[in-house]
Structure formats: C-alpha cells, structure tokens
C-alpha cells in the first residue's frame, strides 16, 4: 500500500530530511586520508542525537552503526570499520534519521583526495542520473519513469545499474512501497501521485552490473571488483513537481 502525506506530514519528514543533507555535508567535508569510517559513524550520530534525532539505521535488522560507509568496491550497506581511508579511494556515505516520527534518507559519494578523470565521470554521471530520475518525479507520471531516466543517462555513458537494491517509499517507515527500481521500461508501475514520498537512489558501476554479499551479511560488493557511486535523495510529490527534502536548501526559515 502505497501512503501519501498531508502537507504537516511532508513538512516533518522536511526537518527530518534536511538534518540528514546537512549532516552528510558536514561529513563530506571531514573525508580525507587517514581518517577511519569509525570515526564518521561516531560524528554522526553526535550529530543527529544532538539535533533532537534518532539514527533510521542504528539497530535497523540489527545494523550496528549510523552510517553506511561504503568504500571503492563496496556497492551499499558497509559498515563502517577502524581502516583508515586512503588516498584515491572513493567512499559512499549513507544515512537516515528519525524525527517527530518521520524519516529522511540520503547518500553521497565522495572522493578520498585525488583520483582518475575516469573515476571523478563515475561520480558525476552517478549524481546527475539521480537528477534525472527526479526530473521524471510529476503528477501522473509512472514510477518506471524514474528508472529508465536512471539507466538511460548511466549507459549512455558507459555505467551501469546495480539491479539487486532499489530505491523505496519513505515516511513514517523507513521503507514504504513502492519499490523504485534504477532500470527498466517506461510507463509502468504506479502512477506518482500528490504526497507521495519516495528515496531514490541509483548505485551505478564502473563495470558490470552484478554484485555479491560478503560474509557479514550487509555489505553488498562488485562482482568484478570495479569501484561504485550511490547517490540518493528524499522527494516528495507535489502538484508543482518534485520536491527535494534532503537539501539543506529545503529547510523552511
């Protein structure tokens, strides 16, 4: 079953939202070399929790951290660790919060110092295939629109989409129908309508699509061993178009 908001409801999951974007931000702007994931899950939950917030994903099916922080080969959901992060890694952080009983769910993935021209593609055309797919987020439209934008712009450009995790409905659970899945044909599945919410987040890689789980049962990797970029935001459906909660720019003064 698919819940859409009231406008109260979307302006809590807006708060919400809005602390998880500016957390992630302040995060970023910590990435460098020799830092550990460890001490960014640390950071963040002192951040949410000092903002009035819960961590979404702290005890979620038993995940033990704030953060996803997913690293070069890691595609989602690697826990965070002490390994310092190293020169020309690249690193995907994943977080969400719960507040006044509504969440907010985004990721980034940033640079750990320089690397490749190839690598620094990967990570644009990864960003700008979620703006794409949030471009097709309009009263009517279908939720496959979503994700044949996503793979058209990913392929185009010589990516590809991760097949096995898919974005989801969001609000007063963490996940909600519907699925959005980051490939597939246009014009199918449900239509978007007003005070639908919904995180999508395409996980694109370098080389092939495929993936596999290692042993810890959370971290999902590259078959092939080719590095992958996530990016996600929280967006509301309204009659004037998408509305994007995880930007720190949405929070109402």
């Avoid at 995060?27 to 994931?37: C, D, E, F, N, R």
């Avoid at 969440?103 to 794409?132: C, H, I, M």
């Avoid at 009263?139 to 996503?150: E, K, N, P, T």
């Avoid at 987040?201 to 042993?215: C, D, H, I, S, W």
Wanted: proline share 6%.
């Amino acid at each position: 079953m698919i819940v859409c908001k009231s406008p109260a409801e979307i302006e809590k999951m807006r708060d919400a939202s809005v602390l998880v974007a500016e957390v992630l931000a302040e995060l970023a702007s910590q990435v460098k070399p020799g830092i550990t994931t460890l001490e960014l899950d640390a950071e963040a939950e002192r951040l949410v929790r000092a903002a009035g917030a819960e961590p979404a994903f702290k005890g979620y099916r038993g995940y033990p951290c704030t953060l996803c922080a997913s690293r070069n080969d890691e595609v989602i959901h690697g826990i965070p660790s002490k390994r310092p992060l190293a020169e020309g890694d690249i690193l995907s952080l994943d977080m969400g919060v719960k507040k006044q009983g509504f969440f907010g769910d985004s990721a980034v993935t940033v640079p750990v110092g320089r690397v490749p021209e190839e690598v620094q593609l990967l990570l644009r055309v990864t960003q700008e295939a979620l703006e794409k797919g949030i471009e097709q987020v309009r009263l009517g439209g279908r939720v496959s629109d979503i994700g044949h934008a996503i793979q058209k712009h990913v392929e185009a450009n010589g990516f590809s989409v991760v097949r096995e995790f898919v974005g989801h409905g969001i609000g007063a659970s963490l996940h909600e129908d519907p699925q959005i899945a980051n490939y597939g044909e246009p014009g199918r599945g449900p239509r978007l309508a007003e005070g639908m919410t919904l995180a999508i987040e395409p996980m694109v890689n370098l080389g092939r699509p495929g993936v596999k789980m290692l042993a810890d049962g959370w971290t999902a990797v590259t078959r092939d061993g080719s590095l992958s970029a996530h990016f996600e935001h929280t967006v509301a459906v309204t009659k004037d178009g998408p509305l994007v909660l995880t930007r720190a720019a949405a929070r109402v003064p």
